[in-house]
Antibody
Framework: QVQLVESGGGVVQPGGSLRLSCAAS????????MHWVRQAPGKGLEWVAF????????YYADSVKGRFTISRDNSKNTLYLQMNSLRAEDTAVYYC??????????????WGRGTLVTVSS | DIQLTQSPSFLSASVGDRVTITCRASQGISSYLAWYQQKPGKAPKLLIYAASTLQSGVPSRFSGSGSGTEFTLTISSLQPEDFATYYCQQLNSYPLLTFGGGTKVEIK
């Protein structure tokens, strides 16, 4: 079954850390770039981070740069997001998404169900 | 950074209505635009990519058009299962990308 399953969310105090995981199955994980996207309660979608299929390149939104680190373990078919120095504004559902392209046009064709991160004292 | 502005942010429509949502980019993005549908508590679902290419399995009542800075998503005959929030996404600067603010389609 082709799917992405996030885990690791929870409640954390401001300034704390959390590591999210995204387990992939049903496709060749090591062939695809992967993204994290978040959605604050009642708000729209915000792109967070990207990692190339082999982990060689990583990109971040300005809002998380220097605090979040994206990584992957292709031997375990798992994507990660290490979140440090968390702030209240990082409270959101975090989704992992698989990137696909057709004739150089990119899109996200597979999303996980999301994991909720709440930053609160 | 490329900004995307969706309009309207909210619309009320009836089953069978033709619905059009607009997405404007702050600079030209060719056809590097995708549309997603999101229902409450669910992950977004890809509808259209490359501005006008329908994703496999998506009903043909959905269509996309446009290039450059102005894009539209049209639902030709709104169905009960189409009540949801719709987002555009620019991928011109991939892997750096942005989403529009969303358009919530509700039942009139």
């Amino acid at each position: 079954q082709v799917q992405l399953v996030e885990s690791g969310g929870g409640v954390v105090q401001p300034g704390g850390s959390l590591r999210l995981s995204c387990a992939a199955s049903g496709f060749t994980f090591s062939s695809y770039g992967m993204h994290w996207v978040r959605q604050a309660p009642g708000k729209g979608l915000e792109w967070v981070a990207f990692i190339r299929y082999d982990g060689s390149n990583k990109y971040y939104a300005d809002s998380v740069k220097g605090r979040f680190t994206i990584s992957r373990d292709n031997s375990k078919n798992t994507l990660y997001l290490q979140m440090n120095s968390l702030r209240a504004e990082d409270t959101a559902v975090y989704y992992c998404a698989k990137a696909e392209s057709t004739t150089n046009y990119w899109y996200f064709d597979l999303w996980g169900r999301g994991t909720l991160v709440t930053v609160s004292s | 950074d490329i900004q995307l502005t969706q309009s309207p942010s909210f619309l009320s429509a009836s089953v069978g209505d033709r619905v059009t949502i607009t997405c404007r980019a702050s600079q030209g993005i060719s056809s590097y635009l995708a549309w997603y549908q999101q229902k409450p508590g669910k992950a977004p679902k890809l509808l259209i990519y490359a501005a006008s290419t329908l994703q496999s399995g998506v009903p043909s009542r959905f269509s996309g058009s446009g290039s450059g800075t102005e894009f539209t998503l049209t639902i030709s005959s709104l169905q009960p299962e189409d009540f949801a929030t719709y987002y555009c996404q620019q991928l011109n600067s991939y892997p750096l990308l942005t989403f529009g603010g969303g358009t919530k389609v509700e039942i009139k």
